[in-house]
């Protein structure tokens, strides 16, 4: 056994060693790019399916993960929903189409939901997206629009500069926004689109987005308390995914502060407990309602353990689950069935 450890030390110095020799790391990087080039080069597999991909499950209450924002693809469509900070990285990581992005459907102007905003603007942008990217919300987008445009005004300007017009037009660089009410935002035929009202105050108005297409549908909420609202969009619904809060977790999070004397921070961790829905709600919005899967996101706070996790899973049914960084679900047309792929 000792000959065995002993033979891999030396195994293991001898690569290391290896590795400082300029000609052996050039081979290792000219490789790796190989790799990462063709990586980049292969399109989304071909599917009919509605997929939904978890672009972003954080909170600004925890870290580790990306903030709120999730993707919808069918063959013919790509649409963000919310664009919070990390979820860009995520995008390319999961290899969606960001030329094919079809626009950016915003359900509130809460930091965690807006950060990356110019971020998927440029990488789309490009990628050789043909349009403008459009950025879709309630009353305020264009405010919020308008001022991620005049903020990153010099950087297009660089930008085209440096490349050229011809790989980067200057007009597609530039933000358009839609202001949009509750209601059918777009119907093409195959896929539909709905905003409900959401209920997070002292935001108002903040809404919700239902995608429907070829028979298969999914809810995502942004941040919202669970209403009359809620249980009208959802019925029917193959898949939910929903802004969750862990009441016992988050009241523990602020007494502990209170306790150490971090009373704003006591304070602060208190007040997110009324504008989000808690566990317990989304498991009685989930019995009187006939939605397949309920998916917690924009987690409240991310569970930094398994303990943790329990504790935001406690007392939910089978059809429950948490959702994580990179995981996406796949709803094939014809079918029941919603397949998830973890990370």
């Not at 619904?237 to 999070?253: C, E, F, I, K, Q």
Request: hydrophobic fraction near 45%; charge should be negative.
């Amino acid at each position: 056994m000792l000959i065995v450890v002993l033979g891999l030390v030396i195994i293991v110095g001898f690569g290391r060693a290896l590795l400082t020799l300029p000609a052996v790391q050039d081979m290792v990087l000219e490789n790796g790019i190989a790799i990462i080039a063709k990586r980049g080069a292969d399109p989304l597999p071909d599917s009919e399916s509605l997929r939904v991909y978890v672009c972003g499950s954080a909170s600004p209450l925890g870290m580790g993960q990306a903030q709120a924002c999730i993707a919808v693809v069918t063959p013919e469509h790509f649409f963000l929903i919310d664009s919070g900070a990390g979820s860009t990285d995520n995008i390319s990581r999961l290899g969606l189409p960001t030329s094919e992005l079809d626009g950016l459907l915003l359900t509130h102007f809460h930091s965690d939901h807006i950060a990356e905003i110019y971020e998927v603007n440029l990488n789309s942008w490009v990628q050789g997206r043909p349009q403008p990217l459009t950025i879709y919300g309630p009353q305020g987008v264009a405010e919020v629009t308008n001022g991620v445009n005049a903020t990153y005004r010099q950087d297009r300007i660089y930008r085209t500069g440096h490349h050229g017009e011809d790989l980067l037009p200057p007009a597609l660089g530039v933000l358009a926004h839609k202001t949009i009410v509750p209601g059918i935002i777009l119907d093409d035929g195959d896929l539909k689109i709905t905003a409900y009202l959401a209920e997070h105050p002292p935001i108002h108005p903040a809404v919700g987005y239902r995608f429907d297409y070829r028979g298969r549908s999914v809810v995502i909420s942004g941040d919202s308390n669970v209403t009359g609202e809620t249980l009208k969009i959802v019925d029917g619904a193959d898949l939910l995914l929903h802004d969750a809060l862990s009441l016992p977790t988050v009241t523990a999070l602020s007494e502990a502060l209170g306790a150490v004397g971090q009373s704003r921070q006591s304070k602060i961790v208190s007040d997110v407990m009324d504008y989000h829905a808690s566990t317990d709600s989304l498991i009685v919005l989930a019995e009187q309602s006939n939605v397949d899967m309920v998916a917690f996101y924009h987690l409240v706070p991310v569970p930094p353990n398994s303990v943790v996790e329990d504790i935001f899973i406690r007392g939910a049914p089978d059809n429950f689950l948490l959702t994580e960084d990179l995981m996406w679900f796949d709803l094939p047309i014809d079918s029941d069935d919603i397949i998830v792929h973890r990370p």
